[in-house]
């Protein structure tokens, strides 16, 4: 059973696939990854079909293959999310005729890159996929010794190496990289949470004011962690803290300020869970 705020996000995120490929994509020759990509290659040769159902003769096969390997209950959701793509796709270009948003190159990459990405991102905060060459992707994972990104990286630059021969255009092909690639980034935004913090580990000697000036100045949580150098003959005592990147430069002040010699490694905190930060 589907619940309400799931199938909402399927809608909407189908909607948003269906919209970015009719607006910005397709007009423009610019092509994005997996399934729809593979479609718009379909249709670029198949003109007197249209992309809708160019959708759906790419993606059933797929869903039947992930059916075998991955059970029906994976494919349920799957299915509706690929059969909404196609009923937006067609009801946008064919009866509503919405016109293209621009007809500059580079503004149909980078925005429909962005609407796919949202598109995308939130079926997946659904739980359920948009199919395509992800399934085959995660066959070929489970079959051999490449992992699912790798697969789905290596189908991606098939898709857009082809789209040169069949556009004849190399210049859009590597527009479409750069669609695909904001497409990346907008996911990984959506499914990882906050995108512009950072995950500091200090190392001090000074650790007690310091713990104490970086919560009253920058009001951020933090953990002392106690330990030894690898020679287990003296003990280190760290800080780790997650802070917004707004907020970076005031914390190596404080941290100059009041240890000299303390030493930092700045990671990007790219995946918080729990808590608030």
């Known amino acids: 059973m589907i619940k309400i705020k799931n199938l909402l996000f399927i809608i909407l995120g189908c909607f948003l696939i269906a919209y970015s490929t009719v607006a910005f994509l397709n007009p ?25 159902i160019c959708i759906l003769i790419v993606s059933i096969p797929l869903i039947l293959l992930g059916m075998k390997f991955f059970g029906r209950a994976f494919v349920v959701k799957t299915l509706i999310s690929i059969a909404l793509i196609s009923f937006f796709t067609d009801f946008l270009k064919e009866f509503i005729e919405v016109s293209p948003l621009t007809h500059e190159t580079i503004l149909a990459s980078i ?28 066959v070929i994972a489970l079959k051999t010794k490449y992992k699912t990104s790798q697969t789905i990286l290596f189908i991606d630059a098939l898709i857009m190496f082809s789209s040169i021969f069949i556009y004849n255009n190399v210049e859009k092909a590597l527009f479409s990289v750069i669609g695909v690639y904001v ?5 990984d935004v959506l499914l990882s949470g906050k995108p512009a ?5 200090i190392v001090s000697n000074n650790v007690s004011e310091l713990s104490i000036q970086l919560y009253k100045k920058l009001g951020e949580h933090g953990t002392i962690i106690k330990g030894f150098n690898l020679k287990q003959q003296e003990s280190k005592t760290l800080i780790l803290v997650i802070v917004d990147i707004s907020k970076l430069q005031l914390l190596k002040s404080i941290i ?4 000299k010699e303390a030493f930092l490694v700045i990671q990007e905190a790219s995946e918080l869970y729990g808590r608030e930060f």
């Open 197 to 201: 913090q950072k995950a500091v580990t």
């Open 111 to 138: 925005f429909g890159g962005l609407l796919i990405g949202f598109g995308v991102g939130f079926v997946m905060l659904a739980r359920s996929s948009t199919g395509g060459t992800t399934i085959l992707a995660e």
């Open 256 to 259: 100059k300020k009041y240890d």
């Open 28 to 52: 423009n020759s610019i092509i994005t990854g997996g399934g729809v990509g593979l479609a718009q290659l379909l249709y670029a040769l198949f003109p007197s079909t249209t992309l809708g």
């Open 183 to 187: 497409t990346s980034r907008i996911i």
